[in-house]
């Protein structure tokens, strides 16, 4: 049993993130996963994860037998773009999530990719081998994974120093007045709906998206959208902060759409080839429902 005494400057915190800094050894999604059954109590009584903290609380920890947490192959079929011995471009359906956490760890990218490839860069730990950069679960196309570590760490850099290009189109609510436009809010987690982000707060994480409209409809304008951030949520709160949430995302306020997903696709990325120094540019179609609904606007 492990027991915690909190104090005034613990004051606000939620559970699971108070655990997670006391227990820094420990995924998060394990710590969730212990408050969720009963192995956390606060003052005596079990809690929620997004408990609120008010300092000088009694908490105890039961852990639980620490089984390894690794992602594992799944035979699911991939639609691959690129690959060399060092690189994986892959077209990412929508509904699928990128790699195992907050308690899912089958169906995923990374599942498939190592039934698909054995191994991966390690460098990502192994619950996310490969993996450089992610998109949202119901956002589709192109996502780069690394084979190799050196190949990670180059593709890391890149992605850090903002040297790669990342193109993606946008079906948005409403009609967008200019043809071009920047968007720089920074974004921070809604302080009270932890699953959304916002753009709101005049602090967070500095967040740059650029945008040009290439069709007008009646309700609706798809956009071309290149980010040289990749903060989370990044297109679709700073969209939805001007009055233009992406078609089918009713997290940020679109109405219920047909679509079954929102209407936002990795298009296009350009990048430099590990090791080669070379510049490559992958590009995914636009999925056929998508594509239909499109043609469905005119």
């Not at 995924?27 to 003052?43: E, H, L, T, Y």
């Not at 959208?225 to 989370?232: A, K, L, M």
């Not at 297109?235 to 936002?264: C, E, N, Q, T, W």
Request: glycine fraction near 8%.
């Amino acid at each position: 049993m492990l027991d915690f005494e909190t104090s005034a400057s613990d004051a606000g915190k939620r559970l699971d993130l108070y655990l997670h800094e006391r227990l820094p050894e420990l995924s998060r999604s394990r710590i969730q996963d212990w408050i969720k059954s009963g192995r956390v109590r606060v003052n005596g009584a079990a809690q929620k994860r997004s408990h609120t903290l008010r300092g000088s609380e009694a908490i105890q920890v039961d852990p639980a037998e620490l089984t390894p947490l690794r992602a594992f192959p799944e035979d699911m079929p991939l639609d691959i773009l690129y690959e060399d011995d060092a690189v994986i471009a892959v077209n990412k359906r929508a509904g699928m999530v990128v790699h195992s956490g907050a308690g899912r760890n089958s169906g995923t990218l990374v599942n498939a990719l190592l039934h698909h490839f054995g191994t991966l860069s390690g460098v990502g730990g192994e619950l996310r081998p490969g993996i450089v950069h992610r998109l949202d679960q119901f956002t589709s196309g192109v996502i780069l994974v690394a084979r190799t570590d050196a190949a990670h760490r180059d593709l890391a850099q890149q992605f850090s120093s903002r040297k790669v290009e990342k193109i993606y189109l946008a079906l948005v609510h409403g009609r967008v007045k200019s043809e071009r436009g920047r968007l720089d809010a920074p974004i921070a987690r809604d302080p009270v709906r932890r699953t959304r982000m916002t753009a709101r707060l005049q602090r967070g994480r500095s967040a740059v998206t650029e945008y040009k409209v290439l069709k007008r409809f009646a309700k609706s304008t798809l956009l071309e959208v290149r980010i040289g951030t990749g903060r989370t949520h990044q297109i679709r709160v700073h969209l939805a902060g001007i009055g233009h949430p992406v078609v089918g995302d009713k997290l940020y306020g679109a109405p219920a759409s047909p679509l079954g997903r929102y209407f936002l696709h990795a298009h296009r990325i350009t990048f430099a080839l590990p090791g080669a120094n070379q510049p490559m540019t992958i590009a995914a179609p636009l999925p056929r429902e998508l594509q239909e609904f499109l043609d469905a606007s005119t």
